[in-house]
């Protein structure tokens, strides 16, 4: 168990796994713009998972070479927006690995986080596999998660926010 802080409240961070895709761009804007209301902060996590292809090194440099510049890409991309909605700007953080495993590394180490928004993927293939695994306390997230429908508009998500 975490231990408790008194002012934890006072400093709420919401934490927000990106990607690039609609639906964490629909779960960045919420989380935006509650941290904007709330006088709390925002960090983004993008985590690249590791590929199969290590048989072929040169390749695999190359592709993990991609993957890095993507990744900053993005997150310059999302923090230009939370920036945009009037918060601070965010902490960002690009780790290699699970992406499960990564967030709850994260949240671990960074005490302020108080709360993890993911985006319901669209369509009906399901709420995707991440909100999945979460939601059925298969991963170790011991903080509050918001999940927000992924297809939401920007009007509709201001509108909740």
């Known amino acids: 168990m975490r ?41 983004l ?5 590791p590929e199969s292809h290590d048989h072929w090194l040169g390749v695999s440099t190359l592709m993990k070479e991609e993957a890095e510049m993507e990744a900053e ?10 920036e945009m909605l009037g918060g601070e700007k965010p902490k960002t953080h690009i780790r290699h690995g699970q992406l499960a495993e990564e967030i709850v590394r994260l949240i671990d180490e960074d005490r302020a986080i108080s709360t993890l928004v993911l985006a319901a993927a669209v369509g009906g293939a399901g709420p995707g596999p991440l909100v999945s695994e979460i939601g059925a306390g298969k991963s170790s ?3 509050p998660v918001t999940i927000v429908p992924g297809d939401l508009s920007d009007d509709e998500i201001d509108a909740l926010t």
Do not use: C, N, W, Y
């Open 45 to 49: 996590l993008l985590v690249i998972e």
């Open 141 to 143: 997230v011991h903080i």
């Open 73 to 82: 890409r993005i997150l310059t991309e999302s923090a230009a927006l939370v």
């Open 3 to 43: 231990g408790m802080d008194i002012t934890q409240h006072l400093q709420r961070k919401f934490l927000i796994v990106v990607d690039g895709t609609p639906e964490s761009h629909a779960a960045l804007r919420f989380a935006a713009r509650r941290a904007h209301g709330t006088g709390g902060s925002v960090a």
